[in-house]
């Protein structure tokens, strides 16, 4: 396994679909924001740039998920569940595919 379930070198997942897409076609986003409190991060053992606390996802998801109209939580020490906030959001047919 390359990465997130791929099986080859250029396919890659989106994390939040399990979308099979090349490289070129994901971004990445920190679940833990950058501009929250530091403190936080201690607390719960993250890093701020850490594999832990980053989600690959395609672009048009990135930009809901900096909108808020979806969210990451953790349900776990390794488990995360995605919540919508803004459920107009799935009516974009982009987004039929939301895990969680």
Excluded at 59 to 71: G, H, I, N, T, Y
Aim: hydrophobic letters at 35%.
């Amino acid at each position: 396994v390359f990465y997130y379930g791929s099986k080859s070198e250029t396919v890659y997942k989106c994390m939040v679909t399990g979308t099979e897409c090349s490289k070129e076609a994901l971004v990445a986003g920190h679940i833990y924001r950058q501009q929250w409190p530091k403190s936080m991060l201690a607390r719960f053992n993250i890093g701020l740039h850490k594999p832990k606390n980053i989600i690959i996802m395609q672009p048009q998801l990135e930009k809901a998920f900096d909108k808020w109209q979806w969210v990451v939580l953790p349900e776990g020490p390794d488990d995360y569940k995605i919540h919508v906030l803004y459920p107009q959001f799935l009516n974009d047919p982009m987004q039929q595919y939301i895990a969680g």
